[in-house]
């Protein structure tokens, strides 16, 4: 076989482990997983409700358009229905825009650590990888922007940013912005931009009218709780989708989804009762890491990056074992951190004590006691 050359030298996503696979190895009865950033909370009962009143049919193919979703969308966040573009979720928007910018011969650049698959889907079409290293958890726009020149197609900020949950203010975005290329397309990725609580973050969504080179992209997975359904959106102006859409591939966003999705943007009560026991949540951690004078950076997203001070895949294994399913920082770029997802007021309290005791064992410290 004639493989790409670059496919050879990439391994597969590597996604959080399952539930059922932990309970067996470990002979347990009960796991908590705290690993995908996934809202605890689950999702709208109004997307339950239309899932009930609306079930499409198995044998036929979804709308490929996404009419009512795009009607629904379009009408909430008052942009023209000609200016979205949707995936399964916001992954499958990455990998078309990269497919329909990136090639030997440009370049991309990318923070670093930051979402994987912005240098997957560059090295898979072979375009020159040019990462700049994040200043104090947060994107180094400066340098970013000096690594730009005339073969640099795409620039990808992710704000807030995975694993970090440091954001980009408004007046630095603006900023850079203003200076970058319009031959080169910036997005930015908001996955968790319902999270978010900074004063000083920007209205993306209005910056797509005045930079015409910027796209945005959100995704239904993190707290609207769709995850499992896959359904993302990117906005910008319509030359840019219109660009984008022959590399779209035909009925990437499944009927359930469509469906699930378009209730879910509809029930904002529940985002802003998520939101609020989001931050209340974070809350627990941060009292966590003062009382044990841990490190970390004070996040805009449903999850927290720790300094646990020891190795971060020797902390993820004792929690494991105790039933809690994190991220080790290892394969993030922090081999000493760990990236938990907020959960439930239990579930933070169960994982916090057992990290309390991981600690104790590696720093004879006091166990938490909330």
Not at 3 to 13: A, N, V
Not at 141 to 160: G, Q, R
Not at 204 to 213: A, K, M, Q
Not at 363 to 369: A, K, L, M
Request: aromatic share 10%.
């Amino acid at each position: 076989m004639r493989w790409k050359k670059q496919l050879l030298t990439l391994t597969p996503y590597q996604p959080g482990k399952s539930i059922e696979s932990v309970k067996k190895q470990y002979n347990l009865d009960k796991i908590v997983k705290l690993a995908s950033n996934e809202n605890p909370l689950g999702c709208s009962n109004k997307v339950h409700s239309a899932l009930q009143h609306n079930q499409p049919g198995f044998a036929i193919y979804p709308d490929g358009y996404m009419t009512s979703l795009r009607e629904t969308v379009a009408s909430f966040l008052k942009v023209s229905q000609d200016e979205l573009i949707f995936g399964n979720g916001s992954d499958n928007l990455i990998q078309i825009i990269s497919r329909s910018l990136l090639h030997p011969g440009a370049n991309t650049v990318m923070a670093t650590p930051s979402f994987s698959q912005y240098k997957h889907n560059a090295v898979l079409e072979g375009a020159e990888i040019r990462e700049i290293p994040l200043l104090d958890g947060q994107h180094d726009l400066e340098k970013m922007y000096a690594s730009i020149d005339d073969k640099t197609n795409v620039v990808w900020v992710c704000s807030p940013n995975n694993p970090t949950g440091t954001y980009v203010s408004d007046s630095n975005l603006i900023s850079f912005l203003n200076r970058v290329p319009s031959h080169v397309l910036v997005v930015l990725d908001e996955a968790y931009y319902e999270y978010v609580v900074a004063d000083d973050y920007y209205d993306s969504i209005e910056l797509t009218r005045t930079y015409p080179n910027l796209i945005v992209l959100r995704t239904f997975s993190k707290i609207y709780g769709l995850a499992s359904l896959r359904v993302g959106y990117g906005v910008a102006n319509k030359e840019i989708i219109q660009a984008l859409e022959p590399a779209r591939e035909p009925f990437n966003v499944n009927s359930f989804g469509q469906v699930a999705a378009q209730a879910a943007i509809l029930d904002q009560e529940f985002v802003q009762d998520c939101k609020e026991k989001n931050r209340q949540g974070l809350t627990q951690f941060y009292n966590f890491c003062e009382q044990y004078k841990l490190s970390y950076y004070p996040s805009q997203t449903n999850f927290i990056l720790i300094d646990i001070n020891a190795d971060a895949d020797q902390g993820f294994q004792f929690l494991l074992e105790k039933g809690y399913i994190v991220r080790s920082g290892k394969a993030l770029g922090f081999p000493t951190s760990l990236r938990i997802t907020v959960g439930t007021v239990e579930q933070n309290y169960g994982v916090l004590k057992a990290l309390g005791e991981f600690l104790a064992e590696q720093h004879s410290v006091q166990h938490f006691e909330n």
